[in-house]
């Protein structure tokens, strides 16, 4: 618990080092604590998701922080987490706008069929996010460099000594 706490109070510190155990036990504890609010959301505001997506949100900012920092301490820019996010937005953008275009087509009475490049296009951002995925949760899980990298002291060292 004390290291879910330490990722609240360092929401903004992009800065730094996170051991995997910082990391690990953030993304424990605050799955916990996910499921605990659905639980609460489904037996008193009936399915909604109301107090989840407010706790999702005031988590977002903390999980991207320390994350940043994971990968900071295996000597990795963060830059990377924000090139998955951007990739992932402009993905989940082009998902709507397919979506809505095939509703469009739906609600006139047409037949809703996506294109060939529509489809390669879903396929392979598709494709291309979930090896992303893969790629970080390996680097999440790898240990961090020995010894004081470009971004800071080694967390382990400091708390050994």
Known sequence: MKWFVKCLRNYVSFEGRARRSEF???????FLFL???????????KGTALLSSLLWLGLLLPYISVSV??????GRSGKLLLA????GFILSVLVA??????LSDLL??????LSTAQLVVLGTGGVINFVWS??????YCLPGTRGENVYGEDPKQTVEE
């Open 108 to 113: 006139n009475g047409a037949e809703v069929r």
């Open 69 to 74: 920092r994971r990968l900071h301490d295996t």
């Open 84 to 87: 998955y996010y951007v990739f």
């Open 97 to 102: 706008y397919f979506g809505l275009q095939s």
């Open 134 to 139: 893969i790629f970080f949760l390996v680097w």
């Open 35 to 45: 499921l605990v609010a659905r639980i609460i959301d489904a037996l008193l505001f």
């Open 24 to 30: 690990w036990y953030f993304v424990l504890f605050s």
